[in-house]
């Protein structure tokens, strides 16, 4: 099963592989695309390399992984990421690069992604996103995500206080269902009003 290719209208999401270094390094060494996640921005191809054995070639050892590259069809080179952890959070990360923003791209790939968790049998997805970046949020809303709450976090490795929003999106219809690992980890926590 591992990672199997996924398509979309506009999109082929797939693999990374070796070949893909310089597209992982202009995805990685933006600082504004960057400005939101936790690591620093990459310095260098040799950084992307590393980047890639640690990060995606790691995962698609396992036997399940869902860690794509956002590519367009029109050339099949990456774009961007998307992810859904493993642990128990199933936590949807993602990143473009800026000059793909605003073209619904992230929304795109993200309901191909969560469709198919849905039909491997996830009974649900989070996603957590900056108070900053509220454009992030927008997507968790697109893919039919719900807000749960809002927690305060010391993220590292740049080690500054971060408060985030945790959305959820249950694919067996149990609204109730709430992901609590976020809340419970942190001394400040509150859920909001919109």
Not at 21 to 36: G, H, L, M
Not at 66 to 90: E, F, Q, T, W
Not at 142 to 166: H, I, N
Request: with cysteine.
């Amino acid at each position: 099963m591992n990672t199997p290719t996924l398509e979309t209208k506009r999109l082929i999401l797939r693999k990374f592989n070796k070949n893909d270094t310089e597209a992982i390094f202009k995805i990685y060494s933006d600082k504004e695309v960057n400005r939101f996640l936790p690591w620093y921005p990459l310095e260098s191809l040799s950084e992307a390399e590393k980047l890639f054995e640690e990060k995606y070639a790691a995962v698609y050892s396992q036997q399940q992984a869902y860690a794509y590259a956002i590519c367009l069809k029109k050339d099949n080179y990456p774009i961007g990421y998307i992810n859904i952890g493993m642990d128990d959070s199933h936590d949807l990360g993602y990143g473009l690069r800026k000059e793909f923003w605003h073209l619904g791209i992230v929304s795109e790939a993200g309901k191909a992604v969560a469709e198919r968790a849905k039909n491997d049998g996830f009974l649900y997805i989070t996603a957590t996103h900056d108070v900053n970046n509220p454009r992030s949020g927008y997507v968790m809303q697109r893919l039919g995500m719900k807000y749960c709450y809002s927690y305060e976090e010391q993220w590292q490795p740049k080690d500054f206080l971060v408060t985030f929003r945790m959305y959820q999106l249950n694919f067996d219809g149990n609204n109730e269902r709430v992901y609590k690992k976020y809340w419970n980890n942190s001394k400040v926590r509150f859920v909001e009003s919109f």
